[in-house]
């Protein structure tokens, strides 16, 4: 079944670690995306890569490191200097505008917390 | 830079009633997304409207889209608790990369 992973489901650290979260696609999709909810929130723009090794930062990049080594994978790193990093991590990924519709599909999040 | 405004943000109805959720934004785009979020969950999408005057229907849902008002809504009819969710909406940032942007969404509780 293709779809999107995200691994793990709940995730707890001690502050002052950095901490990598998981995202893995098999849909062949082109771009892919991270995603930040609080509770009650809506969706902030984390970082988005539109190409292997090619990333872009979003509007929340401070304190996040990504990389893009292969096409299936989009990994997030949360580092010491986020100040405030316990939420919701949603991974997404899509086929590029230019080649169809757009439409983001979402892995299962990851929920962080952080003490 | 792209808006995107979504009202009411908290919505209390009862069964059976009908309402109807708008999503607004800013600049140019004929591409518009509504995702459901289910507590704790991620987002699941539900309609993808790609061009001025797109309807689309499932169930008791119905999608709009007004390029030319910068306007789409999300209409519930004879709602049922199990349409109890937080709704998205998402413009796509025409001819700008491939990122959208997400409204802050709508958090709908339907009392039985």
């Known amino acids: 079944d293709g779809g999107i992973t995200q691994s793990p489901k709940y995730l707890f650290r001690k502050e002052g670690q950095n901490v990598t979260l998981s995202c893995e696609q098999n849909?062949?999709?082109?771009?892919m995306y991270w995603y930040r909810q609080d509770p009650g929130q809506g969706l902030r723009l984390i970082y988005y890569?539109?190409?292997?090794?090619?990333?872009q930062k979003g509007d929340i990049a401070e304190g996040y490191s990504v990389s893009r080594e292969k096409k299936e994978s989009f990994p997030l790193t949360v580092t010491s200097a986020q100040k405030n990093p316990t939420a919701f991590y949603l991974c997404?990924?899509?086929?590029?505008?230019?080649?169809?519709?757009?439409?983001?599909?979402f892995g299962p999040g990851t929920r962080l917390t952080v003490t | 830079e792209l808006k995107v405004e979504q009202n009411p943000l908290f919505l209390s109805m009862q069964e059976g009633k009908n309402y109807t959720i708008y999503c607004n934004y800013s600049?140019?785009?004929?591409?518009l997304y509504w995702y459901r979020q289910d507590p704790g969950k991620s987002l699941e999408s539900l309609f993808v409207?790609?061009?001025?005057?797109a309807v689309k229907q499932e169930g008791r849902l119905m999608a709009s889209l007004d390029t030319k008002a910068r306007l789409s809504t999300l209409h519930i009819t004879a709602a049922v608790h199990d349409l109890s969710a937080t709704y998205f909406c998402?413009?796509?940032?025409?001819?700008?990369?491939?990122?959208?942007?997400f409204g802050k969404g709508t958090r709908l509780h339907i009392l039985p």
């Open positions: 997404a990924s899509s086929i590029s505008r230019w080649s169809g519709i757009g439409e983001q599909y």
């Open positions: 849909l062949n999709h082109d771009a």
């Open positions: 890569s539109q190409i292997v090794n090619d990333f």
């Open positions: 600049t140019t785009s004929d591409r």
């Open positions: 409207l790609l061009s001025n005057g």
């Open positions: 998402a413009v796509d940032m025409i001819n700008r990369d491939d990122k959208i942007i």
